[in-house]
């Protein structure tokens, strides 16, 4: 049986996403615990995404904006959670997944177990990896992706994103703090919450995959999440070494956003660990790779894993 009115907004947001829209709302609805409210913020789409939406919201099941320009996806999930009731938690979804009946009632679940209301604190879980008819290709995106094999913490959250957005719920300390992230970078959203959660908040990961994520040719994130096969990533490595690339550009803007903002949040050992991954700026590529396995080494949870 359906519980109502569970102090939730989900934050849908979409942009030319009628060929799916429709399922997702549907397993939104079908939660066991059902949210307080869903608001979708439509990104100037140009197919028929409005008409789907506006069916929906005549029905009175979601409150729907638009925005009259593109305004990229971190921009549109930061405008759309600051639409949300401040004293609710906020769960996001993307436009083109199917939830589990029980994601909600899980991730709320764990985050009653360990959040105090005054720090910020997020909950995620793993998803299955499947094609666009919903078929499997992987229960587990987490081992698709290889970070199952290794802890998740602010030490390896500084190396890149271990967080999906559309997994995840965090409590108003939380949604308060997303709302300031800084405008128009070349990070996503999801990883600017992690680091919060993980640097100085609460976090917990639900092992369970709760949300069945989409592998499609419009997806906005699988092409660069999917791991490659063995050679073609040992080609691209020394390609990336001979070439000078430029790896962990991308994380470390995110780290000198996040120092700007939070530095004097984190503890003493914290601030050690952050100041160390931003001396990576000026270093070469194999400097930078050997402080990656310097850092993970501790944190393997089982070296010989497959």
């Keep these: 049986m359906t519980q109502l009115n569970a102090p939730i907004s989900v934050i ?7 060929s799916f829209i429709d399922e997702q709302i549907e397993s939104i609805l079908s939660q066991t615990l059902a949210p307080a ?3 979708v913020c439509d990104d100037d789409s140009t197919d028929n995404t409005i ?17 009259p320009q593109a305004l990229g996806v971190a921009e549109n999930f930061k405008k759309a959670v600051g639409l949300a009731n401040p004293h609710h938690f906020i769960a996001l979804s993307d ?8 994601k909600l009632a899980i991730c709320w679940n764990k985050m009653k177990e360990f959040d105090d209301l005054s720090h910020p604190s997020l909950v ?28 998740h ?14 997994t995840t719920l965090f409590n108003p300390a939380l949604r308060n703090l997303f709302v300031e992230m800084p405008n128009n970078k070349p990070y996503y959203h999801d990883a600017w919450l992690s680091l919060i959660a ?12 709760l949300v069945m994520y989409r592998q499609h040719e419009t997806n906005l994130t699988i092409a660069d999440h999917l791991k490659k ?8 490595h020394l390609k990336a070494i001979l070439t000078h690339s430029n790896y962990l550009n991308q994380e470390l803007v995110l780290a000198q956003d996040f120092s700007d903002c939070y530095f004097d949040k984190l503890s003493p050992a914290k601030q050690i660990t952050l100041n160390s991954f931003l001396s990576l700026k000026a270093t070469s590529h194999l400097q930078k790779k050997w402080a990656f396995e310097k850092t993970f080494f501790p944190h393997w949870l089982n070296r010989f894993s497959k």
């Excluded at 008409?51 to 925005?67: A, S």
């Excluded at 436009?95 to 029980?102: E, F, T």
């Design 12 to 18: 849908i947001t979409t942009h030319n996403g009628s």
């Design 37 to 39: 409210e869903i608001i």
């Design 51 to 67: 008409e789907h939406l506006q069916k929906w919201e005549q029905l009175g099941k979601l409150r729907l904006i638009r925005n």
């Design 95 to 102: 436009q083109d997944d199917v939830w589990l009946p029980q």
């Design 124 to 151: 995620y879980s793993d998803l299955s990896l499947v094609n666009r008819n919903l078929e499997m290709i992987n229960p587990s995106f987490q081992n698709e992706l290889g970070i199952h094999k290794f802890e």
């Design 153 to 166: 913490c602010f030490d390896t959250a500084l190396y890149g994103c271990l967080v999906l957005g559309c």
């Design 198 to 209: 993980f640097g100085w908040g609460n976090c917990a990961g639900i092992q369970e995959p």
């Design 229 to 236: 096969n063995r050679s073609s990533k040992i080609l691209a």
